[in-house]
């Protein structure tokens, strides 16, 4: 049994919406949360709106999302000068300056900046490579935030297509 597109659509639309906003929240996975709206409503309306194939493209672009953590620092080690050690400092970091400082982006950019700082003037005490690395870690929190919000973004755009042209 399928919901009237009177329903399902405009309330499927508007919680992927919330999903896609709920993505600038660093600690909450946008893509997953707007996949798993996706998921349901794929489950609830038995596919007949969402086709596989979108659903296939939307899981791995919700995939390459929710592992952008860790691929994406890997970056910085060959681009930006940035330390495997240095790389992980920032993602500890950033995972701390989200709960001291609880104000969204802010706490988590902190604290990705002050951890590839400080792991890295550990490593080669060198103030001047040290803040390098803040620079880099700032540069590579930017991406990945970036790449987490587009994510988002590009799963909604993809379960329109499917919705708009399976109607």
Same mark, same amino acid.
Request: proline share 5%; charged share 5%; hydrophobic share 65%.
């Given at each position: 049994?399928?919901?009237?597109?009177?329903?399902?659509?405009?309330?499927? *639309?508007?919680?992927?919406?919330i999903? @896609? *906003?709920?993505?600038?929240?660093? @600690?909450?996975?946008?893509?997953?949360? @707007?996949?798993?709206?996706?998921?349901?409503a794929g489950l609830i309306?038995?596919?007949q709106r969402i086709t596989p194939p979108a659903?296939?493209?939307?899981?791995?672009?919700? @995939?390459?999302?929710?592992?952008?953590?860790?691929?994406?620092p890997f970056?910085?080690?060959?681009? !930006? !000068?940035?330390t495997c050690a240095?790389?992980?400092?920032?993602?500890? !970091?950033?995972?701390? !300056?989200?709960?001291i400082i609880p104000i969204p982006l802010i706490g988590t950019l902190l604290g990705a900046v002050a951890g590839a700082l400080v792991v890295d003037f550990i490593q080669r005490q060198n103030v001047d490579t040290a803040v390098i690395a803040g620079k880099e870690a700032a540069r590579l929190f930017a991406i990945g935030y970036a790449v987490r919000f587009i994510s988002s973004a590009m799963l909604f755009v993809v379960f329109v297509i499917s919705v708009v042209t399976r109607n």
């Open positions: 049994m399928t919901l009237p597109v009177d329903l399902f659509v405009p309330i499927t *639309f508007i919680l992927m919406i999903g @896609v *906003f709920l993505s600038l929240i660093p @600690v909450l996975p946008g893509s997953l949360v @707007v996949w798993l709206i996706a998921l349901a309306d038995n596919f659903f296939v493209v939307m899981t791995i672009i919700m @995939v390459v999302s929710q592992l952008s953590d860790f691929w994406l970056f910085g080690v060959r681009a !930006g !000068g940035l240095a790389s992980i400092g920032s993602i500890i !970091g950033g995972m701390v !300056g989200t709960f």
